[in-house]
């Protein structure tokens, strides 16, 4: 078995397995933990409303701290534009997302999804490099933050040298491109990086509980 044998076949099944098995642990948990029973009776229902309210102001900074977050507030949601764009609109990933869906999409051009995978990629390092050295971030951050961000980093560094052919040989370059993708989904669910699926529905949880106090979320 070569190591793209390898990358294509049994790292990606094990990988997708402990991905998803992951996910649904940490998501069963947090349902398991739930939201604790009211001490006191219930100022309003607390309902869809409350919830969905919650999503949307926690999506934006509060004004008392908008100017001190405004890099990592915009860098942010470039970051996750950009890294959108190159993950879903990319020709060979919208093939490989076919041959699982069974259906793909149109595809953008080339230069548009480099531009954004380039955007993705230095907008981590830009963070990176703000939170080793602001003196605040660099004391509230810990091995998982420095992790994640490297474990993302890397599928956009060796999917350039792949699409490049920089380095090796194309298929040895796409087998390594492949397993830092893999080393992605099996620290996905235990790493900080969970938060993509926690986000939403912690924000509901708090908009529905608070709700029931008679307090904005």
Known sequence: MTLLEFARGPALQWSLIILVAGIVWRLFGALLVGSGKDLSAARKPGGVGDGLGAIASRSLPAEA???????????????????????LFFGPHILFFESILGFGWPNLPNAVV???????????????IRRA????????????????????????????????HVGGRYET??????????????????GKLMHTAMTFPSRYQAGTSF???????
């Open 211 to 217: 709700g029931r106090k008679g307090v904005k979320a």
């Open 65 to 87: 701290f908008e100017k001190r977050i405004r890099f990592q507030h915009v860098s942010g949601y470039a970051w996750h534009i950009a890294l959108f764009v190159t993950v």
């Open 173 to 190: 370059l796409l087998a390594i491109h492949l397993l830092s993708i893999e080393a992605l989904f099996i620290w996905f669910p235990f």
């Open 133 to 164: 050295i602001h003196p605040v971030q660099k004391l509230l951050s810990n091995f998982d933050d420095y992790f994640s961000v490297i474990v993302t980093m890397l599928p956009l560094v060796t999917g350039f040298l792949a699409y490049g």
């Open 114 to 128: 480099l531009f954004a995978g380039a955007v993705a990629l230095g907008l981590l390092i830009a963070l990176l």
